[in-house]
């Protein structure tokens, strides 16, 4: 692979940046060599009830996986989030609200977000939500999503947010295994212009669950069923609520938030993060990582049911007292500019968002972009998926201006906040490069067959990292062999990523995409085992087995293959029936783009099927299908290939 260009930061951008490229090297050195010190030292930017006397307390061991950060310290989010602001920036804007509807914002200060979040929490109280309780959000993206769970954290009751994209079924499996003891959603989600029915989703979900308390938000005000003693309307609860409400004495060991997140085999499972050290990890990579100043405005385009929204739409920026930017539509409503105009609009400092939407409106060309004032641009960022050297280009030139430092974070669910990005005042980036790992980040590339380090500096394998982080997820929520078996079986001593990497000759790393059977789809995680299982709960499946494929908008697409039942007609009204199905059950993000139905699959003697030979197929790649003898009947690859050749 050839080298690929390099860009460094402007001498204008590196002398007001947080961290130039000598500052960067110290700060590395010392929170490798000395963890304590480094992290101890960084804690002091939170506000603590109890300042921690005990930094870290971590083992890779695997039989004994334990994840403990500032034990003793004792602390509450919301305060510092909200609270620690009010002295010096009250009527600053904490949440710009950028609706939907282009002609409808809301700003909100710190003030304002402080009675918000404090009345909210009454709420909790008042429903009979105590420290400790899951509380289900499944929200548009409106400002009350963000007061919802700061008022979690307010009591002490831990979140776990769902996807408003996800269906009923979906939804109902998060609330039981998280054992909810409340669900919070909206009427209805406007997204695109048109709303997705919410609460009739939540209706369909306790089908399954049983009746769970529901608190509903009136965003459109349109007519929802609401039960008699199980729903509850939210701004009458609000009017009555009291705006004060004590903040929880929270350890920095317990639990903050659940996410669910698919992995190669098995449910999601609920990503457990806890308070202390998840926060300091989050605040700290939002002002370095996007080199936040006072008074910029930063404007993430995640949503709040995936990571991202929890760390950098909320948790990383309000902790440092920014403004951040939330948005509730889609990048193409009304039209394709809308991203720019909001830029524009709002004057925004930092913009970070997925390839997905990069690759989906550089489909329009500059014309869009050049419609709008971009001046105000100062760091773009990246996430989710690997970025291809054509969208960066793009973003760098057309959006950027080639003035902007392009961030390309690389992080996870399970990590809490970025673990590999450029520091845009220290590196000189690469497109389509994570570069170098953040402070306190030690990662490792092993060869996958031996497990061993790789020490040359050119190098590909898999990612692993060497040490714990303050951020790193504790457990799986009520599994903890299933923490340690995902993550630190394959490879002993380390904290497998799942990710494949390579580290080029100036030592700096290239996210090479999954190792699993986790396929990653317009950014969305997505376990192929889910998607599987959802097409053999269809009566007329016999078996399925799914994987990923590259696709030129959405990274990868979603190929299946399908055995129906002995007897059961392979026909076109059935694929589509399938695809709709899959849609159904998971969710649009789900929605398979190819079903090849295979009357056989190859499996090994064994009944393994053999998902190498399956992807090669779906990548039309026939000359490198490898080693057939192993299979049990080698004769199904020909059908397969026929097939799809056929198609
Ligand atoms: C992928 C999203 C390449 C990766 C924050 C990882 C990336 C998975 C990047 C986690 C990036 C995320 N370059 N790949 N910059 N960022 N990924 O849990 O495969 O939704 O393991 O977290 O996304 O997805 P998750």
Redesign the pocket.
């Known amino acids: 692979m050839t080298e690929a260009k390099i860009h460094p930061p402007s001498a204008e951008f590196v002398k007001h940046a947080h961290i130039d490229a000598a500052k960067y090297d110290e700060m590395y050195a010392r929170s490798v060599d000395d963890p304590e010190g480094f992290w101890g030292e960084a804690a002091e930017r939170l506000d603590w009830f109890r300042k921690p006397t005990k930094v870290k307390n971590t083992t890779f061991d695997y039989h004994n996986v334990s994840i403990k950060w500032f034990e003793d310290g004792e602390l509450n989010v919301s305060v510092n989030c909200v609270d620690r602001h009010l002295a010096t920036r009250g009527d600053q804007v904490a949440i710009i609200w950028e609706a939907d509807d282009p002609n409808v914002t809301r700003h909100i200060t710190y003030k304002e977000l402080a009675v918000n979040v404090n009345k909210f929490a009454n709420i909790y109280h008042e429903l009979g939500v105590k420290r400790g309780d899951r509380v289900v959000l499944y929200m548009p993206m409106i400002p009350e999503a963000a007061y919802a769970m700061l008022a979690c954290t307010r009591i002490g009751a831990v979140h776990s947010i769902v996807f408003a994209g996800f269906s009923p079924e979906a939804l109902a499996s998060r609330v039981n295994d998280s054992k909810a003891a409340l669900i919070v959603t909206a009427d209805e989600a406007p997204r695109g212009g048109r709303n997705t029915p919410l609460k009739a989703n939540v209706d369909k979900a306790r089908e399954i669950t049983g009746p769970v308390k529901t608190l509903v938000v009136e965003r459109t005000g349109g007519d929802v069923h609401m039960e008699e003693g199980v729903d509850i309307g939210y701004t009458a609860m609000f009017e009555k609520a009291s705006d004060t409400c004590e903040p929880e004495v929270m350890n920095a060991e317990d639990p903050l938030f659940i996410l669910y997140?698919?992995g190669s085999t098995g449910t999601p499972k609920g990503?457990l993060h806890t308070t202390g050290g998840y926060l300091l990890f989050a605040a700290i990579t939002h002002e370095y990582t996007f080199d936040y100043h006072d008074g910029d405005i930063y404007w993430c385009t995640?949503d709040v049911g995936?990571?991202?929204g929890h760390?950098y739409i909320v948790y990383g920026p309000l902790a440092n007292g920014a403004t951040t930017l939330m948005f509730e539509g889609v990048p193409t409503y009304p039209d394709v500019g809308r991203f720019w105009q909001v830029i524009e609009k709002h004057k925004v400092n930092q913009f970070y968002t997925a390839?997905t939407a990069i690759r989906a409106l550089m489909r329009h060309g500059p014309e869009p972009v050049e419609r709008y004032d971009m001046s105000s641009l100062k760091v773009l960022g990246?996430?989710?998926?690997?970025?291809n050297p054509e969208a960066w280009e793009w973003y760098n030139e057309v959006v950027g201006k080639g003035k902007c430092p392009i961030v390309?974070?690389?992080?996870?669910?399970?990590?809490g906040g970025h673990m590999?990005?450029p520091l845009p005042g220290a590196h000189a980036t690469k497109p389509?490069a994570?570069m170098k790992p953040f402070f306190g980040v030690q990662p490792v590339v092993l060869d996958a067959t031996t497990g061993k380090e790789i020490d040359e500096t050119e190098c590909e394998g898999v990612l692993c990292i060497k040490d714990s982080w303050p951020g790193q997820m504790r457990t799986v929520f009520g599994n903890h062999e299933r923490f340690i078996n995902t993550y630190f079986q394959d490879y002993k001593g380390y904290y497998f990523?799942?990710?494949g990497c390579r580290r080029d000759a100036d030592g700096d790393y290239w996210?090479?995409?999954?190792v699993d059977d986790?396929i990653?789809v317009s950014?969305?995680?997505m376990g192929t085992a889910e998607v599987e299982s959802a097409l053999v709960a269809h009566a007329k499946v016999a078996e399925a087995a799914v994987v990923g494929f590259p696709h030129a908008l959405k990274g990868q697409g979603i190929y299946c293959y399908v055995t129906l039942m002995e007897g059961v007609p392979y026909t076109d009204e059935l694929r589509d029936e399938l695809v709709g199905w899959v849609r159904k059950e998971i969710g649009p993000i789900a929605k398979p783009d190819f079903i090849q139905w295979a009357p056989g699959l190859p499996k090994t003697r064994s009944g393994k099927i053999m998902r190498r030979i399956l992807r090669k197929i779906a990548e039309n790649d026939f000359g490198a299908l490898g080693d057939t003898s192993t299979l049990a009947d080698p004769g199904v690859v020909d059908d397969l290939i026929d097939n799809r050749m056929n198609k």
Do not use: K, L
Not at 382 to 387: H, L, N, T
Not at 511 to 514: L, M, V
């Open positions: 997140t698919s990503v995640a995936w990571v991202t760390s390839p990246s996430v989710g998926e690997p970025i390309d974070t690389w992080w996870q669910t399970e990590t590999m990005t389509g994570a990523s799942g990710d996210i090479t995409g999954r986790v990653n950014g969305h995680r």
